[in-house]
């Protein structure tokens, strides 16, 4: 099949892109590498940007010319989301696209506003939308820019063949009532270009690191806040990392010495991060409530669930601290599990059966 994969977000269509060339398909990524965290990976950019304002009339006339040439005529195109290029051409963009392939399908990779009206809606026990007011009223509005977005989210997940979550239950609930919601999928990652690395304390201290990308969507004050203490307490045993957002392969660099991966905390579910930094070998803290293992096919899933809650993530980090001699074989077991429920040919694979349905 000719295949064109829209958009990027934490290397999950970089991945997708490895594993269905593996299975001998044409395959193109059209991406602007998640911004900041310039993933590699992309056949061409998506949008035009050249350091000025993308929010323009001209900014449409600029990015034509590769919509002709290079975004249609596929058997299959999947968007990364529903929200890419700039909202004032989003639609007409998007209209484009769906009309002159001949299937399209939409991941929903994580917050819009329809998990917004879920969140207000007392669907969610927490949220990433907690503690954070003016980013959640963000979502929804009386604006024009508002409406628009709405307008043409409605218009692309209605259109689209297939809805297909990459987080159980957190990005199911909000779609239920879509009848073009597909099966979860999960993250594929491509493990032959991660290298599995043996979870050893070296110097005698165990480091541990997070990442603040995104920090109040990942809730990032409570894993800081968490961290200073364990860094305080533990001052011979530990050495922890918080960094701001850096390229993707400078991040796999600084979170190749971690022995711990602090990842989220107000998620229901475990993300790409979580996933790469199992394939690694490290032990993560992140998402995995009671409603995720559900829908997980493979059991025995390492990650360690944590909450909003700073004592809740100091207790965990205690008691991996207590049990350093382990750190080794639990890292091994996230590598396993990676190639068992991520391995981005079978995952891959997955993708082509819902795609033909």
Known sequence: ???????????????????????????????????????????????????????????????????????????????ISANLFDWKNRLQIYRKIISRNEQFFCILPGDDYYVYRAWKAGKFRYSSFDDNKEWADS????????????????????????????????LEIPYAGMKNLRRYIP??????????????????????????????????SYIEEAMRYIQKKYTDDVECIIRDMVPYTEWLDIMSRANI??????????????????????????????????????????????????AQIVDTLEKLISQRKDIEEMGYRGRLF??????YIKVAQMYIEEWNK
């Not at 991060?273 to 803290?285: D, R």
Request: neutral net charge; charged residues 25%.
């Open 338 to 343: 990676v190639e068992k429920e991520h391995d």
């Open 139 to 170: 979502w929804i509005g009386d604006s024009v820019a508002h409406k628009r977005n709405e307008e043409v989210y409605d218009y692309v997940l209605s259109r689209a063949e297939g809805l297909i979550p990459v987080n159980p239950y957190e």
């Open 1 to 79: 099949m000719k295949i064109l994969l829209l958009g990027d977000y934490s290397a999950v269509h970089k991945n997708l892109k490895e594993g269905l060339l593996e299975l001998g398909h044409n395959v193109k990524l059209a991406s602007d590498g998640d911004w900041e965290k310039r993933i590699p990976g992309r056949d061409f950019p998506l949008t035009v940007d050249k350091g000025g304002n993308r929010f323009t009339r001209k900014y449409y006339q600029e990015i034509q010319p590769l919509l002709n040439r290079q975004l249609y005529g596929y058997d299959i195109v999947q968007a």
């Open 187 to 220: 993250f594929p990652i491509n493990t032959q270009q991660i290298a599995y690395q043996p979870n050893t304390v070296k110097n005698g201290k165990i480091v541990i690191y997070h990442s603040t990308t995104r920090p109040k969507y990942k809730g990032s």
């Open 261 to 310: 991966i602090v990842d989220q905390c107000k998620s229901y579910s475990y993300g790409m991060t979580a996933a790469l930094s199992m394939a690694k070998g490290k032990i993560v803290l992140s998402g995995l409530e009671p409603e995720t293992l559900s829908s997980i096919a493979t059991p025995g899933c390492p990650v360690l669930n944590i909450k909003p809650d700073t």
